[in-house]
């Protein structure tokens, strides 16, 4: 007992001196302990373990697949398109009247006084060709007297007024730049609901921005945003500023120009944006590019919606119609026996379905078309044949 007690003490004396000796050769050479090799590297270590242990099973094609497969992206479509989006930034003078001290009304003897001031709004516009040719909203460009696009590359010119459609609310103007950045047009005909699409403008000035949805519906109409509506309606973020900005598909064609948002009193979003189809857009820009203005065919007479309970009372049936409000003397529907209180239930042997609908298809048609109303005077059936004459113009019509 006591031999084994002492062998206890000796051998806790030698490990204790060992480490000692361990420590302070450590501390004057550090480098040893850098020197030695790591413990799973030793034979037996670690690393041996791993060695003896059987290797994982190999990817199958469907996991390679996956695991290599990029991340969905419409990175590619905005590289494509964006760099043709512009922005646009107006101004015009407004002189408006002062506001007079109340002491002055009393006396009633004073000159009123005027300042002028400058409105500046902002918008975005499409390049559609190395031509410097740009597409906007006709409400982006009203009445300015300067306007200023700035390109995504950061350049910056003046813009000019080639033509403008109040009617579809679509405005063309030139850029004198060379290379020129242009957007590739697509389809809207082809368009579905549920289609994805983006929207590319600079909405609240904040440069450009991009946005993504889908296609909610096609064809709205009746909206009051223009005379002609057949807009495409989208939830894809649309702000102040969009206005005029693109909307792409997937691919990064164009196919529709923004133009409005449902934005009711409370001001929060809405999601419903609309666009007006690039088939439209490319029609209009055609004839304002080739004519100045856009030619349309036109009867002369202003038509209402006719509503359910008066469609019951007159037994129109599915069919529909609208009611005459109003005509021009000097117009075809006038010489041909048309007069205000007429209902009009069909074109060409097709149903009326609404105000908005005859008057595009009368706008569709090319002046000198022969074509034929179906209507009522009061109870009497009529059916007259007119030509077609061109739509004057705002600035005829004023005058």
């Known amino acids: 007992m006591y031999h084994a007690r002492h062998v206890v003490v ?27 090799p790591p413990p799973n590297a030793m034979p037996g270590g670690s690393n041996a373990a791993l060695a003896a242990m059987p290797a994982p099973p190999p990817l199958s094609l469907g996991q390679a697949q ?16 964006a760099p043709a989006v512009v922005n646009i930034y107006t101004a015009r003078v407004v002189t408006e009247r002062a506001q007079t001290a109340p002491l002055d009304q009393l006396l009633g003897d004073y000159w009123p006084s005027y300042r002028r001031r400058i409105e500046r709004s902002l918008g975005s516009g499409v ?16 009445g ?29 103007l030139h850029l004198s730049l060379a290379h020129l950045p242009t957007m590739p047009l697509g389809r809207s005909d082809t368009l579905r609901v549920g289609d994805i699409v983006l929207a590319i403008g600079n909405p609240y000035g904040l440069s450009q921005t991009v946005t993504q949805g889908i296609v909610s519906a096609t064809g709205r109409g009746q909206l009051g945003l223009a005379t002609f509506e057949n807009f495409i309606q989208t939830d894809a973020a649309i702000n102040l500023g969009n206005s005029g900005g693109a ?32 088939n439209l857009v490319r029609g209009v820009t055609e004839q304002i590019l080739t004519k100045g203005y856009v030619v349309r065919g036109w009867l002369g007479f202003m038509p209402e919606d006719v509503s359910p309970e008066q469609s019951a009372q007159l037994r129109l049936g599915e069919g529909g119609g609208v ?32 105000a908005q609908d005859l008057v595009s298809r009368i706008a569709a048609l090319k002046p000198g078309t022969r074509v034929e109303l179906d209507g ?12 077609v004459t061109e739509r004057p113009t705002r600035e005829a019509a004023a005058d």
């Open 10 to 36: 000796f051998l806790a004396r030698a490990v204790i001196v060992g480490l000692a000796v361990a420590f302070l050769l450590v501390w004057w050479k550090p480098e040893l302990l850098r020197a030695l």
């Open 144 to 172: 300015a007297d300067s306007i200023r696009v700035q390109l995504a590359d950061g350049r910056i010119a003046e813009a000019t007024v080639i033509g403008q459609d109040p009617d579809t609310d679509l405005a063309v």
């Open 247 to 278: 909307l792409i598909d997937a691919r990064g064609d164009l196919v529709g120009i923004n133009t409005a948002v449902l934005n009711r009193a409370s001001g929060g979003p809405e999601g419903i944006g609309f666009a007006i189809p690039v």
């Open 323 to 354: 009611t005459v409000i109003n005509i021009l003397i000097k117009s075809p529907a006038y010489a041909a026996g048309v007069r205000p209180g007429d209902m009009i239930t069909g074109i060409n042997g097709e149903p009326v379905k609404s």
């Open 376 to 387: 009522r005077h009061g109870r009497d059936p009529f059916k007259l044949a007119l030509t």
């Open 66 to 81: 996956r695991k290599a497969a990029p991340l969905p992206s419409f990175a590619d479509a905005v590289a494509r398109a």
């Open 127 to 142: 390049i559609i060709d190395d031509r410097g040719t740009i597409i906007t909203n006709q409400h982006v460009i009203a």
